[in-house]
């Protein structure tokens, strides 16, 4: 059975920094691309970021150059480093294995979520 | 950027009624786009890729349609585990979702 369980987040100061992390199970991690959905509260979804096998990374333009995703693979770990938070980074974040490839991607399983809210 | 217009945002429907869901895109996607349930407190559950095919354990009633720049969820009989939000996404560019729809208990 597919498990994806995120851990890490909480409330965070504005400018502050927070890694969440996401443990998976049930299937071949390292060849599976991964991402990260987040959903601000009484939001919509948006996509946040994707990491590739290979390694390659892409992010959303809103979390460019604060935000990098990683992967450990001896530990079935996808993370989310989050740094210079503001207060439109608040909301759940999910991680969401990412099946199919090019542009024929869906994601087909998801965690439960981590919460993150950044308020003074 | 590829924008994508969600409609209804909004409806209210009755056990057994049909429901149709569109999402529109500012340019043509071919059929990268992927449509999601979502129930409150809940992750997002994934009903169809690729704009028509119906994702494993999906029951039947729902159905994808559509190429190009539109395209269309729908429900043939609602039934009450229905009554959620639902979200198109395109994966045509840089993966973006529509605004959703609420489906609400008429």
């Known amino acids: 059975e597919v498990q994806l369980v995120e851990s890490g987040g909480g409330l965070m100061q504005p400018g502050g920094s927070l890694r969440l992390s996401c443990v998976a199970s049930?299937?071949?991690?390292?060849?599976?691309?991964m991402s990260w959905v987040r959903q601000a509260p009484g939001k919509g979804l948006e996509w946040v970021s994707v990491t590739y096998s290979g390694g390659d990374t892409y992010f959303a333009d809103s979390v460019k150059g604060r935000f990098t995703i990683s992967r450990d693979s001896s530990k079935n770990t996808l993370f989310l480093q989050m740094s210079s938070l503001g207060a439109e980074d608040t909301g759940v974040y999910y991680c969401a294995r990412t099946s199919g490839n090019y542009q024929f991607y869906s994601y087909d399983y998801w965690g439960q979520g981590t919460l993150v809210t950044v308020s003074s | 950027d590829i924008q994508m217009t969600q409609s209804p945002s909004s409806l209210s429907a009755s056990v057994g009624d049909r429901v149709t869901i569109t999402c529109r895109t500012s340019?043509?996607?071919?059929?990268?786009l992927n449509w999601y349930q979502q129930k409150p407190g809940k992750a997002p559950r994934l009903l169809i890729y690729?704009?028509?095919s119906l994702q494993s354990g999906v029951p039947s009633r729902f159905s994808g349609d559509g190429s190009g720049t539109d395209f269309t969820l729908s429900i043939s009989s609602l039934q009450p585990e229905d009554f959620a939000t639902y979200y198109c996404?395109?994966?045509?560019?840089?993966?973006?979702f529509g605004g959703g729809t609420k489906v609400e208990i008429k």
């Open positions: 049930g299937f071949t991690f390292s060849t599976n691309y």
């Open positions: 340019q043509t996607i071919n059929n990268y």
């Open positions: 996404q395109q994966t045509y560019s840089t993966p973006a």
């Open positions: 690729g704009a028509s």
